[in-house]
């Protein structure tokens, strides 16, 4: 019979898919303040979706935990 295993929660700032998310925003934030990030991101969309893409896939496949947003006594 199947049994579905219990998932342990970590702390959400110990997530690889949100730390990735979390540069993306960063970099999203520096791009407000420095026009040579922004130009860079122009010019080179399609190259950076494809990225962030791949590595959100790439990351789903490694996670296994569910996150919780304030980390467990």
Do not use: Q
């Not at 960063?26 to 026009?35: K, N, R, S």
Request: hydrophobic share 55%; no cysteine; charged share 20%.
């Amino acid at each position: 019979m199947y049994k579905p295993r219990k998932k342990e929660m970590k702390f959400i700032l110990k997530s690889k898919t949100a730390a990735a998310a979390l540069v993306t925003a960063l970099a999203g934030v520096a791009t407000v303040f420095i026009p040579e990030a922004k130009d860079f991101v122009a010019s080179n969309m399609a190259f950076i979706l494809i990225g962030l893409g791949g590595l959100n896939f790439l990351l789903r496949l490694v996670t296994k935990d569910k996150v919780s947003l304030f980390p467990s006594a």
